[in-house]
């Protein structure tokens, strides 16, 4: 059965489609601008006007939708420009949804506040001497906020990757009473703290100042944890759920799926992304096949829809194929 391509494809357990791609870009000030990042050949920061070309040719290829990413033009300890209605990304999403690939698209915003806030953390932090803490219920409020001001600029999909506790609740009373009952929440329920976010750091540039996330993110070695982290967002209204990092974590997906029955996604992220690309860039891995072994590893593992940096260039692959 595994002689020939046409008795491999017969035999094949698992597939990938375009629509089932995610790509996250990220949104810069500016006109004209695609500054690549130095630790992820091919991802850039890109101007309003560029994004909405990226998403053009994204949805030519059929892909199923984009996660936005904003760096703001200036930070503040209250996150002013996640929330603000002139904010990068709720320009993004205007300029998106005039654009016809806005409309093909699922246009997913991020809800956190790391990428807008001086010191980086993804809550409101309460500094005392060198003690810090990040303080989870006054953060909820300006996630509310954020997750409302992006609805209403067009996101389709709001996605808080924040990990407070209680913010989809939040979330949730904040979008039905101002209307926007029809707004689906994708919870990082299950948002393990990883060394594998690094890359994204530099390209949001919301490394945290101090400290890090382990005061707020998932302990790597726990899978229970996870459950009941998704059990509680869905009791709070969550509607599908994103596991991330993937590739580290392609247990506690099959766990997740196996549990279950709601949509599920998992992020492959910047470090996966990068790793891969390191070894390219040496000629250690064949691009082409590692890239779609991952992508396919995420699948199998059970995820519905993946996040990942290689939309464009997996979903060409694919279509070379059809
Ligand atoms: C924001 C956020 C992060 C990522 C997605 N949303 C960074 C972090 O938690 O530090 C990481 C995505 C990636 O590494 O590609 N909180």
Redesign the pocket.
């Known amino acids: 059965m595994r002689r020939t391509e046409p008795l491999r494809a017969l035999a094949r357990e698992t597939h990938l489609e375009p629509g089932a791609l995610i790509l996250?870009l990220f949104l810069c000030p500016g006109e004209g601008v695609r500054r690549e990042i130095g630790s992820m050949p091919g991802v850039f920061n890109l101007s309003v006007d560029e994004a909405v070309k990226e998403a053009e040719a994204a949805a030519s290829l059929g892909i199923g939708g984009l996660l936005l990413?904003g760096l703001p033009e200036t930070k503040d300890e209250r996150a002013t420009g996640a929330w603000d209605e002139q904010g990068i990304v709720q320009r993004g999403l205007r300029a998106m949804k005039q654009s016809g690939a806005g409309r093909k698209l699922v246009v997913m915003a991020?809800v956190?506040l790391?990428?807008y806030t001086s010191h980086g953390h993804?809550g409101i932090v309460k500094q005392d001497g060198e003690e810090y803490e990040i303080e989870n219920d006054s953060s909820l409020g300006l996630l509310a906020k954020t997750a409302v001001s992006l609805a209403r600029a067009g996101a389709d999909v709001v996605a808080p990757?924040?990990m407070m506790d209680g913010r989809v609740a939040a979330i949730r009373d904040a979008l039905d009473e101002e209307g926007l009952e029809q707004t689906p929440i994708l919870s990082?329920a299950a948002?393990f703290a990883s060394a594998?976010?690094?890359?994204?750091?530099e390209?949001?540039d919301?490394a945290p100042q101090f400290g890090d996330?382990r005061s707020y993110?998932m302990d790597g070695a726990n899978v229970r944890e996870a459950m009941r982290e998704i059990d509680l967002d869905l009791a709070e209204g969550a509607d599908m759920i994103l596991m991330?990092?993937a590739m580290p974590y392609l247990d506690v997906i099959r766990a997740v799926r196996e549990r279950f029955e709601v949509p599920i996604g998992a992020?492959q992220?910047?470090?996966e992304?990068s790793m891969l690309h390191a070894a390219f860039a040496r000629g250690w891995l064949e691009p082409q096949r590692a890239m779609m072994e991952s992508l396919v590893s995420i699948r199998r593992a059970g995820a519905g829809f993946i996040v990942t940096?290689f939309a464009t260039e997996a979903a060409k692959v694919l279509a070379a194929r059809a």
Do not use: H, I, L
């Open positions: 996250p990413f991020d956190c790391c990428e993804c990757s924040d990082y948002k594998f976010y690094g890359p994204f750091r390209a949001a919301s996330r993110q991330k990092p992020y992220v910047s470090g992304y940096y």
